[in-house]
Nanobody, 124 residues
Framework: QVQLVESGGGLVQGGGSLTLSCLAS????????MGWFRQAPGKEREFVVA????????YYADSVNGRFTISRDSAKNTVYLQMNSLKPEDTAVYYC?????????????????WGQGTQVTVSS
């Protein structure tokens, strides 16, 4: 089992950047594929990105591809989401998720471990 705590959310102007962090508890962080999802008010949860245990492979939603970058630091048990060129439509609560594989994260994310989320608000 792993516990996830997100941080780094906030208010940013359109075109700006923000980096989210997700700290994982426990010694098994390196065994999990990691990902980020988001949910805007009144909308369904949306996949953002997922990467393998080393982030050697990463898969991005079309809406963020080229603007967002996922990375992970196993020494710090932390996964990051670097968000550039932010748009008002990126406004959402962002959730960190851990699962056994990228396939699980992208097909049955509800079976993974979820953090509490961090709010990102992008002003126009």
């Amino acid at each position: 089992q792993v516990q996830l705590v997100e941080s780094g959310g906030g208010l940013v102007q359109g075109g700006g950047s923000l980096t989210l962090s997700c700290l994982a508890s426990g010694p098994t962080f390196s065994t999990y594929a990691m990902g980020w999802f988001r949910q805007a008010p009144g909308k369904e949860r949306e996949f953002v990105v997922a990467c393998s245990q080393t982030c050697g492979s990463a898969y991005y939603a079309d809406s963020v591809n080229g603007r967002f970058t996922i990375s992970r630091d196993s020494a710090k048990n932390t996964v990051y989401l670097q968000m550039n060129s932010l748009k008002p439509e990126d406004t959402a609560v962002y959730y960190c998720v851990a699962g056994p594989t990228v396939v699980v994260l992208t097909t049955t994310p509800e079976s993974g471990y979820w953090g509490q989320g961090t709010q990102v608000t992008v002003s126009s």
